[in-house]
């Protein structure tokens, strides 16, 4: 103890006052991205855009794809530039953002506006990853970059708890407190950052030449055949893994009935369950999907001790099946505390297997490659967000679409009903089918979940994780030739 206690006393100052931007940034970006769905596909009379599932997963897809593959560039522009520059930059374009996907209302725009965000976020995702890696050694990068990853879930635990609490009095206050979180860092990168040395030769290479050095990186890094399998293979972990943005919160909003899990609470902590509860006794979607990252912050170096004795691809393959358990009960259910168990086992699964895959990619390295694999490791997230807007789209819509199978079923009774309209929201559709056919809203949730079976969904999701484990074992089998 007494080690990791002088350990961390050596960190420089810088090396701190990365970690808390980071720790805002993520605050800012997840208080955001927890809601980001809902907030796409939610009815206009709650405030929501009322766009189709489709829609919500070109819009997410597109724009977190590009946010893990722009830092393929936009760190080599950082290195030339400037990390104070780029990071002053970014906060900017993170504050008018956030107002603009606030602000706009079509697809056209809010799909611009969180591109322009993704791009803001690309440049500042290098900046604090090389900041830690320059103040670290050797000896001590392995508790500096714990210390990262702690910030992480800290700041994704604290956003999306608070959007949770406050999206449903008012969506604008979601992203009014984004722009005042990130906003903060303004403090932090004029009055305590300190920028690190540059190389002399970084202010006169010409930006072309940044990109097409970038480029051939890539290539050079992508021409070893065992190695862009292995990141194929990891595609398919990153696109079952993003369903937590991306298709639970919409699940839960629709299917869920978190009144339980609010009773319970409310019998132990009656204020916290006030707090954080909506004023119809229930908890919010975008609050239950923040304990993943609260489950992290508890556990992670609990389950580190456990994977550590472990091959790092052994340690994926039952990372990620404990994975796609716990992605099966997330939308298997529709009682609350199968549910958070569902995001316990999920972020059990994410801890066991996240960590390894970034080990195992420096371990295959080769020594003076490193740089070049790690930044060509976020590959597969990049696609995988891409895959991720696919299966919750329209995909994710004819399984467990609330309103796509209220429709089959009005068709079915030949009833008439008005179309979804600026006029006639989803809302107001919902409620004239429950009109009609004699039910309440908890009535006909519960008639749709037993005869349309939207849970079904579980199956394909844990089957995208369950892929990637027998892939990875074939992989280490047959490929690698493992005898272990």
């Known amino acids: 103890m007494s080690g990791i206690i002088k350990t961390i006393k050596s960190f ?60 393929l560039f936009t760190g080599a522009i950082a290195d030339r530039v400037g990390y104070k520059k780029i990071l002053i930059l970014s906060y900017a374009m993170y504050v008018s953002g956030y107002w603009m996907v606030a602000t706009f209302n079509s697809f056209t725009m809010v799909f611009a506006a969180y591109i322009y965000l993704a791009v803001a976020g690309a440049l500042f995702k290098p900046i604090i990853s090389a900041m830690i890696s320059k103040t670290s050694t050797a000896e001590t990068a ?6 990262f990853y702690m910030m992480i879930n800290i700041g994704g635990f604290i956003g999306p708890f608070i959007a949770g609490a406050i999206y449903q009095k008012s969506w604008d206050w979601v992203f009014y407190i984004s722009m005042i ?93 006030e707090s954080i509860g909506t004023p119809e006794g229930t908890i919010t979607a975008v609050t239950i999907g923040s304990f993943d990252a609260f489950f992290i912050i508890i556990f992670q170096i609990w389950i580190s001790g456990i994977v550590m004795r472990y091959k790092p ?48 990619v420096g371990s295959i390295a080769p020594a003076d490659k490193k740089a070049l694999y790690m930044g060509t490791s976020f590959l597969p997230i990049a696609v995988g967000h891409q895959l991720a807007g ?70 394909l999701y844990a089957g995208i994780a369950v892929s990637a484990v027998v892939a990875l074992f074939i992989y280490d089998k047959f490929i690698l030739k493992s005898k272990a």
């Open 181 to 273: 979180t990130i906003s903060i860092n303004y403090i932090f990168v004029f009055f305590f950052f300190k920028e690190p040395g540059r190389e002399d030769n970084k202010d006169s290479e010409p930006l072309g030449q940044v990109f097409l050095q970038s480029l051939r990186n890539i290539v050079i890094t992508l021409s070893n055949f065992k190695y862009v399998l292995f990141l194929l293979i990891m595609v398919a972990f990153w696109t079952a893994f993003n369903q937590l943005y991306y298709a639970f919160p919409v699940f839960v909003d629709d299917w869920v009935d978190t009144s339980n899990l609010y009773n319970a609470l409310h019998a132990v902590w009656p204020w916290l369950a």
């Open 390 to 459: 696919v299966v919750s789209g329209d995909i994710y819509d004819k399984a467990a679409g609330k309103l796509y199978l209220l429709k089959q079923e009005v068709a079915k009774r030949g009833l008439e009903i008005p179309e979804v309209s600026d006029t006639f929201t989803k809302n107001d559709y919902w409620n004239k089918a429950a009109e009609m056919m004699g039910m309440n809203n908890s009535e006909l949730t519960n008639f749709i979940w037993v005869n349309y079976n939207p849970s079904k969904i579980w199956m």
């Open 12 to 71: 420089p100052k810088v090396f701190w006052v990365s970690n808390t931007m980071e720790l805002f940034e993520r605050w800012a970006w997840y208080g955001f991205y927890m809601a980001f769905a809902l907030y796409l596909v939610g009815s206009k009379d709650t405030g929501a855009l009322g766009f189709s599932s489709a829609e919500k997963g070109t819009i997410m897809g597109t724009g977190s794809m590009l946010l893990y593959l722009l830092p």
């Open 142 to 147: 392995s508790i500096g970059f714990g210390i």
């Open 313 to 360: 691809l052994n340690a994926m393959m039952s990372g990620i099946f404990v994975l796609a358990i716990g992605v099966g009960m997330m939308f298997a259910f529709q009682n609350s505390f199968f549910v958070i168990l569902g995001v316990l086992i999920f972020s059990i699964g994410e801890m066991a297997s996240s960590p390894k895959f970034t080990e195992y």
